[in-house]
């Protein structure tokens, strides 16, 4: 249902951009976004958006250098990361839910509540 694509390896204070392609229309997802996981971490939200676009959350960590968005046309969604850092190092994986209270609950709720995963994408920041 969710396809990833983006990650790589950047250096600290450098950008990359992820992408999710839904299966679908954006309609039919309640909201779509990433969590991350770190080694030896807990999975952790990053950030959500609502099939409308018109609503969107950010984890605290990533607020004012991450940006999601979606395409106009398609159930593709995008995450802008900007001034990377060594502890955004963690696979990023693409979640969706067809029915939840908001984005903000989405991003902030346990990963065994939804139910629909991108493969996962490495995004390691290093010099």
């Known amino acids: 249902h969710l396809v990833e694509s983006g990650g790589g390896l950047v250096q600290p204070g450098g950008s990359l951009k992820l992408s999710c392609a839904a299966s679908?229309?954006?309609?039919?997802?309640?909201?779509i976004g990433w969590f991350r996981q770190a080694p030896g971490k807990e999975r952790e939200g990053v950030a959500f958006?609502?099939?409308?676009?018109?609503?969107?959350y950010y984890a605290d960590s990533v607020k004012d250098r991450f940006t999601i968005s979606r395409a106009n046309a398609e159930p593709t969604f995008y995450l802008q990361m900007n001034s990377l850092k060594p502890e955004d190092t963690a696979v990023y994986y693409c979640?969706?839910?067809?029915?939840?209270?908001?984005?903000?609950?989405?991003?902030?709720?346990?990963?065994?509540?939804?139910?629909?995963w991108g493969q996962g994408t490495q995004v390691t920041v290093s010099s």
């Open positions: 979640a969706a839910e067809t029915a939840f209270p908001s984005v903000q609950a989405l991003c902030r709720t346990r990963p065994s509540l939804i139910g629909y």
């Open positions: 679908g229309s954006a309609a039919d997802w309640a909201g």
């Open positions: 958006i609502d099939s409308s676009g018109g609503r969107t």
